[in-house]
């Protein structure tokens, strides 16, 4: 079973603006993720927020999480072309297991 | 440092055959993951290994799916026999260590496409 669902489903901007997606979960967490993913090609880790963490950036990204509304959102700003890509949100509810969300589709464009 | 090495890229068979993939996870990573991800979803975890031991396989199909993991490295999952819905992208991913706050790192993928 997925854990984390994602919204929007897809998102199409700009160049140049910036792009929000957020992740709701259903468990308590140790921490979660969020990976990106581009056409046919394996998961690439972007960023890990800790379950007592509220905020964490790196570069262009920023994510933020809210434990007692069990969801976290990712904002990338400035965005590029490059950007285009579908990106999870993946949680850690234990055990060690990374669970996945079903993803957004992002879209920008030149 | 090599990544997560996966093979073959992509198969192709007939339902009711089986196939075979193969996971060579980053040096020294204790946990590996075996997901399959269907065209336009996200990853579903199908079985977690520590070491060579199994710590959950509660998604695999197990009356055609079967892994392992000898000398706790290299993995191979199986499919027998095969069915249209297994097609998917079969991703393996390792994590060092059995606990702690570690991204996992993922390979390229299998693509199984079964006509």
């Known amino acids: 079973s997925q854990q984390g669902e994602e919204d929007p489903q897809a998102l199409s901007i700009q160049e140049g603006e910036n792009a929000t997606m957020n992740c709701s979960y259903k468990?308590?967490?140790?921490?979660l993720q969020w990976y990106r993913q581009n056409s046919g090609r394996g998961l690439v880790h972007l960023i890990l927020i800790r379950s007592n963490e509220r905020e964490k950036h790196s570069g262009r990204l920023r994510v933020t999480l809210d434990t007692s509304k069990k969801s976290s959102s990712l904002l990338i700003t400035a965005s590029r072309a490059a950007d285009t890509a579908s990106y999870f949100c993946?949680?850690?509810?234990?055990?060690?297991?990374?669970?996945f969300g079903a993803g957004t589709r992002l879209f920008v464009k030149a | 440092e090599a990544g997560v090495a996966q093979s073959p890229r992509y198969k192709i068979i007939e339902k009711r055959q089986s196939v075979a993939f193969w996971c060579n996870p980053i040096s020294g990573h204790a946990t590996l993951y075996w997901y399959q991800q269907i065209l336009g979803q996200g990853p579903k975890l199908l079985i977690q290994?520590?070491?060579?031991?199994?710590?959950?396989d509660s998604q695999l199909p197990k009356d055609r799916f079967s892994a392992e993991r000898l000398k706790g490295v290299d993995s191979t999952l199986k499919i027998q026999p095969a069915k249209l819905e297994d097609s998917a992208v079969y991703l393996c991913?390792?994590?060092?260590?059995?606990?702690?706050?570690?991204?996992?790192?993922f390979g390229q993928g299998t693509r199984l496409t079964v006509v």
């Open positions: 993946a949680t850690e509810p234990g055990g060690f297991k990374t669970i």
């Open positions: 290994f520590q070491n060579n031991g199994v710590v959950d």
């Open positions: 991913a390792s994590r060092p260590g059995t606990g702690g706050d570690t991204e996992a790192f």
């Open positions: 468990t308590s967490i140790n921490n």
